[in-house]
């Protein structure tokens, strides 16, 4: 195993297939990348609510890579293990015109500047009110090129991956990415510091982060057609170890259903049930949960299985 390293100018604004990868990595080795915070370093720890106004969206969630991964071809899929995240000592979140689920009601520009030491593990909203935010760092975007040609936008989620902003993507978890492109071109960025299923003013706590992952190809989960991800342990929301598959559209009804019906294809691939036990187990053990619900034209939804139900 190698160990490789990306810097914070190695960036790009969209998911491209033709764009020339960073690195070259083996299957199984490990990379870290520094980046930015989703501004591009627009936004810096001085920054007030007039900075939000005179912002550049078109520079917003740019992404580190991509890195090509040998042996890695259409149909395989991409393990992703989240090792390690250093956040920066300072985040922001902001109110930005035209953006969030409820961008027709708040139309001002709002900014938060937050004070961030991961060593104490939370981070405070209001300290005089002794209301604080417990810091559980992840990166929002994590994706492979699409197989298609063309330059994709880094802001909408896809079935490839990308902003999916799932919070449950922490350390200690395991993503897998379906592959479209030969050597998966698999890129990272968005640091937050924390976040709420959904992120549903456009913004989490955003930071610059350096992250560790490990990418591995698999040829073993050819149904892999969306973003699945495995949380366990300390990274499992309500300390209970989950399996999830997601459904990635435009439209919220059909993301669920995505999410639900991959998450049928999983256990009759992996548990030899058949598609109506899969179906009833989703229905009395499954949760679905809204991961992402702001970043156009693209909705998140997943379905968690709790892997106590599953014999792990």
């Known amino acids: ?45 001085d920054s007030t609510k007039d900075t939000v106004g005179t912002i550049n969206l078109s520079l917003f969630d740019q992404v580190n890579g991509p890195v090509y991964v040998r042996g890695a071809t259409p149909g395989d899929t991409l393990q992703v293990d989240v090792l390690s995240i250093e956040t920066g000592d300072w985040g922001w979140t902001a109110v930005i015109p035209g953006f969030g689920l409820l961008a027709d009601e708040y139309t001002e520009p709002a900014l938060k500047i937050w004070k961030i030491d991961q060593s104490k593990g939370f981070t405070w909203f209001d300290e005089a009110r002794g209301m604080k935010i417990p810091l559980r760092p992840f990166a929002g975007e994590m994706g492979v090129a699409p197989g298609k040609s063309g330059a994709f936008s880094t802001i909408p989620p896809y079935c490839t991956g990308g902003n999916i902003d799932t919070r449950h993507v922490t350390v200690g ?18 640091g937050h510091a924390a976040q709420g299923d959904g992120e549903v003013c456009g913004t989490a706590i955003e930071t610059p982060m350096k992250v560790t992952v ?6 073993d989960k050819p149904y892999t057609k969306t973003p699945h991800f495995s949380c366990t342990s300390a990274a499992a929301p309500e300390g209970i170890d989950y399996y999830c598959t997601t459904g990635v559209n435009s439209d919220i009804k059909e993301a669920t259903r995505a999410a639900v019906r991959n998450m049928v294809e999983y256990l009759t691939n992996e548990y030899n049930l058949d598609k109506v ?3 009833m187990l989703c229905s009395v053990a499954g949760d679905l949960r809204m991961h992402e619900v702001v970043d ?12 106590s139900v599953l014999g792990h």
């Not at 978890?173 to 968005?190: H, M, R, V, W």
């Not at 490990?214 to 040829?219: N, S």
């Not at 693209?298 to 299985?305: D, R, T």
């Open 214 to 219: 490990r990418l591995t190809v698999r040829k």
């Open 277 to 279: 036990e899969a179906y």
């Open 1 to 45: 195993m190698s160990i490789h390293s990306l810097k914070r100018d190695q960036t790009n604004l969209a998911w491209d297939n033709s764009i020339p990868p960073v690195i070259h990595i083996a299957s199984g080795d490990t990379v870290t990348f520094d980046c930015l915070d989703a501004s591009n370093g627009q936004l810096t720890a």
């Open 173 to 190: 978890s395991t993503l897998y990415l379906p592959i479209e492109a030969e050597g998966a071109l698999f890129s990272i960025g968005d």
């Open 296 to 307: 156009m034209p693209n909705y998140v939804v997943g379905m968690m299985m709790p892997k």
